[in-house]
Nanobody, 122 residues
């Protein structure tokens, strides 16, 4: 049974940074790509970025170089470094894992964490 546990959310002021972590357990981590999504009330989950099993990274356009994903297979962990945060980045952030090669769609992911709240004040 795959489990994903996010941590690192919180309340920060505009322009500051946060680093989210996602710890994977239950299967062989090397076989899974991990994506980050975010969601605000009343809206669908939005793709933020993903790192593949080969360490390739893809990002949503709105990231604009502010966010960076890293992967540590030795620790079964994926991190999302978020810099220059804006109030519109406020959301619940989720990590998710997929054994497939589709990274942009939430429906492609098999396993999800419980989410961590990120709030950015102006």
């Amino acid at each position: 049974q795959v489990q994903l546990v996010e941590s690192g959310g919180g309340l920060v002021q505009e322009g500051n940074s946060l680093r989210l972590s996602c710890v994977f357990s239950g299967r062989t981590f090397d076989n899974y790509a991990v994506g980050w999504f975010r969601q605000t009330p009343g809206k669908e989950r939005e793709f933020v970025g993903a790192v593949t099993t080969m360490y390739n990274k893809v990002y949503a356009d709105f990231v604009e170089g502010r966010f960076s994903i890293s992967r540590d297979n030795a620790r079964n962990t994926v991190s999302l470094q978020m810099n220059s945060l804006k109030p519109e980045d406020t959301a619940v952030y989720y990590c998710a894992a997929t054994a497939g090669r589709e990274y942009y769609m939430a429906g492609a992911y098999d396993y999800w964490g419980q989410g961590t709240q990120v709030s950015v004040s102006s």
